[in-house]
């Protein structure tokens, strides 16, 4: 196995983003709405508790404004911290794309790491829906030669334009300029040819 520090040395980083912003914390943002409504409505909800607790008082004794204060506030505060974890989560997802392979990268506690050589592609797919067209992002799905070897880039960024740079490397399309401390100035040969270079030596 190579050493990952000299791997991470002898790569170039062509694109680094995460998912699109709108497009991943969509219902982040409907939790915020959520929460603004029960803010606006905050006073209403508790007189109208307090109307009920005094037609209600003469026959049985219920702390009715109390509980539905409370219930409210903590409803308030699972979703704003149900959207910072949304927000941390969205912070904790990057996309890279090197010279040589593709990179996700996700978690918070447990942090996710999956990457996939360039000569081991073997098909692309790319799924938009509306509004994902909408807000120019979609969904990546990178195949390997295994049949479990796959990696979702989910809610990328202009895809259409990923995946053109994606087949512009597998082809040899892109040239890549080197590290200083390198021999060889620049890369001209397609992964595919790289790879096979690599077998005829071993």
Request: net charge positive; hydrophobic share 45%; aromatic share 8%.
């Amino acid at each position: 196995m190579k050493n990952t520090k000299e791997i991470r040395t002898r790569e170039n980083i062509i694109l680094q983003t995460r998912p699109r912003f709108f497009m991943y914390l969509k219902s982040a943002i409907i939790k915020f709405i959520v929460i603004l409504i029960i803010i606006c409505l905050f006073r209403l909800i508790v007189t109208t508790t307090a109307t009920i607790q005094e037609y209600l008082v003469s026959i049985v004794q219920i702390p009715l404004v109390e509980g539905v204060t409370l219930f409210l506030l903590l409803i308030i505060l699972i979703l704003f911290l149900w959207i910072i974890w949304d927000l941390l989560s969205w912070r904790s997802i990057s996309y890279k794309l090197t010279d040589q392979r593709i990179i996700t990268k996700s978690g918070i506690l447990r942090k996710n790491r999956n990457s996939i050589h360039y000569d081991k592609i073997q098909d692309i797919r790319v799924s938009q829906s509306l509004t994902e067209r909408i807000t120019s992002s979609g969904d990546i799905e990178v195949f390997g030669g295994h049949e479990h070897a796959r990696i979702f880039l989910n809610d990328v960024p202009r895809p259409k334009e990923v995946e053109k740079m994606i087949n512009s490397i597998i082809e040899g399309e892109m040239v890549f300029k080197k590290r200083e401390h390198q021999s060889k100035p620049k890369i001209k040969n397609s992964a595919v040819e790289r790879h096979n270079e690599k077998f005829r030596r071993e």
